[in-house]
């Protein structure tokens, strides 16, 4: 049977009981698709990927960038550093490629030797709702740009505004859209802006969790025993954020060998999967939380399989995870078991899941289909879309989106 977009699609709620920013199945409106947890509700996916599988719709050059594509209705939003000095962003024909506005600003930072390979260019990836496109430049500065006309609704410096040191490694984390503000990790800390004025409404857990400058995990909105909260992982601390006031809820310190918690938080009931370079899985369930203590944080379990950089994917009660050693591996969620691990397969994934399949792409360019079960590694298929993607993958109806390096790809299947 042909894979074909839905006529009528109804968003449903995952299992991890996230309040997410909206979003129509249609599109990909922020970091992770519409509900952050990189899994989607869609028709079956075809069981192949190969050969006229998966066909390239178009493709256009671009400057350099990390950040993953945005996907609405009828466009798609990309950004990318020009000349090591301006960052860009650009609406796109989601039909042709075409490029229908453009905004721009001075941004660049020079990241610190070690992480020199990988570049000195935009890396955050936006967030849009049905007004405006919130862009996170490399040098912490938020720009909010009319979803439709690109024209600049408001800029905010949060660098200057709290006269913070320039974020090491950049901007990283995605912006949160929630009702009517926007929520970042930048500034030395994590803040609150107003989304219509980009005024700052609070700042919390400022010079706190060895923010360094600059975080590298996103945001993530979840409901906890019944207290809704933003999840904000910093790069020594895990912690729950009433998202009206900054109160905050519990916090739990992370192990991470020179900070390096990159991961976006995973909730799964009332718990809370992380995995960080140097300190190991681990999942901890949150208590109730009152007026007066912060909620309790407890230790499920411990493991020794290391996250680096890529954000896991839950399936029927386990967790698929790519290490810092390059390899695959499931993990049972109830007590933390290693069900398998795989051989080499990249430093990094971007993944998306449907049903029991994962798509997954490395930052080699490989594309990889997966029938995820916790018997054994199941590859379906595979293929080259790119020399180089550290970008995360976008999947909407039947179109896969590819953020080269340099270069926006789009493929369709049939």
Known sequence: MPFTRPL???FLVTSTSA?????????????????????????????????????????VELGNSYSGPLVSQNR????????????????????TGKSLWEASWTGSISVPFFAKANGDWIRSTPAFDNDSIYIAGIRDVVVCLDIETGKERWRADLMAKFSAAAPAFGFV????????????????GFVKLNKKTGEVVWRVLADEGGMYGSAFSSPFSATLNGVPQILVQTRQMLAGIDGETGKVLWSQPVKAERGMNILTPTVIG??????????????????QANSADAATVK???????QAYMSSPIVIDRHIYLHLRNQRLTSLEIETGKEEWTTTPHGKYWSMVANGSKILALDERGDLLLINATPEKFDLMDSRKVAENSWAHLAVVGDEVFIRELNAMTVYQWK
Do not use: M
């Open 76 to 95: 798609v939003f990309v950004t990318e550093t020009r000349d090591a000095r301006t960052e860009h962003v650009q609406a796109l024909d989601r039909k």
């Open 8 to 10: 009528v699609c109804l």
């Open 19 to 59: 309040i997410v920013s909206g979003g129509d199945i249609d599109t990909w409106p922020q970091w992770r698709g519409p509900d952050r947890t990189g899994k989607i509700e869609a028709p079956a996916w075809p069981e192949k990927i190969g050969g006229d599988h998966l066909k390239q719709v178009w493709r």
């Open 299 to 305: 230790e499920v379990w411990r493991t020794k399989p």
């Open 270 to 287: 009332n718990r809370v999967f992380t995995s960080s370079y140097g300190g190991g899985s681990v999942l901890f369930e949150v208590g």
């Open 173 to 188: 984390a995605s912006p949160l859209v929630l009702g009517d503000h926007v929520y970042v990790q930048a500034g030395g």
